[in-house]
């Protein structure tokens, strides 16, 4: 009963709908980052929960804050003294007060997922119950940041107290997210809000690390602000603060020492799905049968070279433009997360992608666009083919305005004797596997000049 008329009588309905309102707003009326390669929103319900995450930066302030305000409702009613004169305990009435409060908070988010959830089947997208572990942590940091914001409330209740400590957390919860976007600005500090940077890809999930010490910490912290929302003396809010102390003792040591531990590879949408030596993930398995053909002819064209690749992988690793990508002589990786040409594109085209420079990933980021280094692993593809084609990559708009320059070193190129052309190509092979030279130059010298 009680609770009942917690539930209609206090903000908790409306803490609830403002996450819903808030959430839905950014992700379907502002062109934003998540509905961009390499991690649509709706690729894969772990990519959508991993949005909501990065979108609590603005629902967690709205969260505490709304706790706040329904903290200090026994003070502006003037109930105080009324209330510490009765004999029931005051946790009876915190746990039915914070319950109302939590729970539809944490509804809201969970409705937000819903939404998601429909997007994705509706587009297609990835389905796996990898998304628990993300989306666990980030209703209990809800729940907690409303018990924190109910505690705060009762304890300092003045009109300036909910909008200040929104603000503080909004602060609080913008550095968190510049901690996970920036690894200069790393710090585990930043892992004690939920609030992560946006994801690399549709393949990876948050480290295990991250889950356990983070679930520590926010039910640490739940429970610190609960005790101290049902304590009616200063002994028992002070013995109230040791379970958020004992949780980030636990979880500090447990998270990632640097930003690149933050995010592993999804074990069930990174699974390899192989046919020979042609492999893709779980989540791109429609690529595999595109993919076998025009790979194997691939492989044969490159199996002339000395040390040639022998297996076509999918990368599934975090994705990232500004990293220079991994690379292995023996095996010829292409990326569906960045690249969303290839993830359509024909047999020609994949076939193209795989004979880029030799079987082997650029030497610079993929946001540099350097013509030296995309120009040689064009040629090095029409070596094979005999066709100059665009390659199916990040920055292909940038290409098609240096197109002139590389058409004219591929005439070049394509000029010398047969026995001139394989060995420059061999030497290419060299370059982008050490990254030490000049693709481009060493294909066709002063090509730039």
């Not at 309905?13 to 649509?40: I, R, Y």
């Not at 050490?434 to 000049?449: E, H, I, M, N, S």
Request: proline share 6%; glycine share 10%.
């Amino acid at each position: 009963m009680i609770l009942r008329i917690e539930l209609r009588r206090s903000i908790a309905p409306w803490a609830g709908l403002a996450l819903l309102v808030v959430a839905l707003g950014f992700l379907f009326l502002l062109s934003g980052p998540w509905w961009k390669v390499p991690a649509p929103w709706t690729g894969n319900t772990t990519t959508t929960v991993l949005w909501l995450r990065f979108l609590l930066v603005f629902l967690w302030p709205i969260t505490v804050g709304a706790g706040a305000i329904q903290g200090m409702r026994d003070s502006r009613s003037g109930m105080v003294e009324l209330l510490s004169t009765t004999s029931r305990p005051g946790w009876h009435r915190a746990i039915r007060l914070a319950g109302a409060v939590g729970a539809l908070s944490g509804l809201g988010l969970l409705l937000v997922f819903a939404v998601g959830l429909v997007e994705v089947l509706g587009h297609g997208g990835f389905v796996s119950a990898s998304f628990l572990p993300v989306l666990l942590v980030g209703l209990l940091a809800v729940v907690a940041g409303s018990w924190v914001g109910l505690a705060v409330g009762r304890l300092l209740p003045h009109p300036l107290t909910a909008p200040a400590l929104a603000v503080l957390t909004l602060a609080v919860s913008v550095l968190a997210w510049a901690s996970g976007a920036f690894s200069a600005m790393y710090s585990r500090l930043g892992l004690l809000t939920p609030v992560l940077a946006e994801p690399r890809g549709v393949l990876t999930t948050t480290a295990a690390s991250v889950d356990l010490g983070q679930a520590a910490w926010f039910a640490g912290l739940a429970a610190t602000g609960f005790l101290v929302l049902a304590a009616n003396s200063a002994r028992a809010r002070a013995l109230g603060l040791l379970p958020v102390v004992a949780g980030a003792a636990i979880a500090l040591p447990v998270f990632p020492d640097s930003e690149d531990g933050l995010l592993t590879p999804d074990s069930v949408a990174a699974q390899r799905l192989c046919d020979g030596p042609i492999c893709v993930s779980r989540a791109h398995e429609d690529r595999l049968a595109a993919l076998a053909g025009p790979g194997r002819e691939a492989l044969a064209m490159l199996a002339k070279l000395p040390g040639a690749p022998t297996r076509i992988e999918e990368r599934t690793v975090p994705a990232a433009v500004n990293t220079v990508p991994s690379r292995d002589a023996g095996v010829v990786y292409l990326d569906f997360q960045t690249n969303d040409d290839l993830r359509t594109a024909d047999a020609s085209t994949l076939r193209t992608a795989v004979l880029s420079g030799t079987g082997l990933p650029a030497c610079e980021p993929a946001s540099y666009g350097d013509l030296s280094d995309l120009g040689g692993r064009v040629i090095a593809a029409a070596y094979f083919t005999g066709e100059l084609k665009r390659l199916p990559e990040y920055g292909g708009g940038w290409f098609r305005q240096s197109s002139g320059r590389i058409e004219r070193a591929w005439q070049k190129f394509h000029a010398l004797p047969a026995d001139e052309q394989f060995s420059r190509i061999v030497a290419v092979r060299q370059v982008l596997l050490t990254c030490q030279g000049d693709p481009l130059d060493t294909l066709v010298p002063g090509a730039l000049r």
